[in-house]
């Protein structure tokens, strides 16, 4: 089945409402240090869409991040791991990434396809449906979504 509009509008009545209404908003970045070096590649993932020991995992293994060296002074990545796990919100720890937390999956559920569009590239790539997403705001991807949908094939 391909991504159609008829396809999102059944995962929006199916989908759980009670679980996803948490996660439509997180608080923004608000941490100079974060911001610029947890930037620098992709989005600054707000610290709410990780439980605290996801982003342990994460400070714990920036020499080997994803197959890139992302390591920082200790300094600067001690002020960074406070920032994130102080600020930290549910799911499963054992997991580090934010695309394989069963809430995203639940709400990610599309063709394959979908992630191998030019506009979207990855997963992980959240603004390239969710233009608000890096001021943690996460509601307005339906009326995005249409044009996603429609626009993007
Ligand atoms: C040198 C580039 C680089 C820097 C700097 C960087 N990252 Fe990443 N990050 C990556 C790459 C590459 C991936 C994996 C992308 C993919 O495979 O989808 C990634 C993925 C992630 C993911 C998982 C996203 C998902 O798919 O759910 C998280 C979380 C993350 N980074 C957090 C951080 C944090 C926190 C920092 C700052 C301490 C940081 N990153 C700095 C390159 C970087
Ligand atoms: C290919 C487009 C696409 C990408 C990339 C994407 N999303 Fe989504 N996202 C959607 C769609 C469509 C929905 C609505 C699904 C639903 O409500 O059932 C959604 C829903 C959500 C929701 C729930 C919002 C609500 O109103 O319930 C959150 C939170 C979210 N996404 C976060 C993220 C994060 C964080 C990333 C990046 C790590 C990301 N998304 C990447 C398309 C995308």
Same mark, same amino acid.
Request: charged share 20%; proline share 4%; net charge positive.
């Given at each position: ?13 199916? =989908? !759980? ?49 994803? =197959? ?18 102080? !600020?930290? =919100? ?30 979207? =590239?990855?997963?992980? !790539? ?28």
């Amino acid at each position: 089945m391909r991504f159609s509009i008829a396809a999102t509008a059944a995962l929006l009545l199916t =989908g !759980n409402a009670t679980l996803a209404s948490e996660f439509e908003r997180v608080p923004p970045v608000t941490h100079a240090a974060t911001l610029k070096q947890c930037g620098e590649c992709h989005m600054a993932y707000q610290p709410g869409l990780l439980p605290a020991a996801s982003w342990t995992r994460i400070m714990d293994g920036l020499a080997d991040h994803f =197959g890139d060296k992302a390591s920082l002074p200790p300094d600067v990545a001690a002020d960074i791991r406070g920032y994130l796990t102080r !600020n930290a =919100g549910g799911g499963d720890g054992r997991l580090v990434r934010i695309t394989d937390q069963r809430w995203w999956q639940r709400k990610h559920g599309f063709e394959s396809t979908v992630w191998q569009r030019k506009t979207v =590239g990855a997963k992980g !790539n959240c603004e390239a449906c969710h233009r608000t997403a890096a001021k943690g705001l996460y509601e307005d991807d339906w009326a995005l979504l249409q044009t996603f949908a429609v626009g993007a094939r």
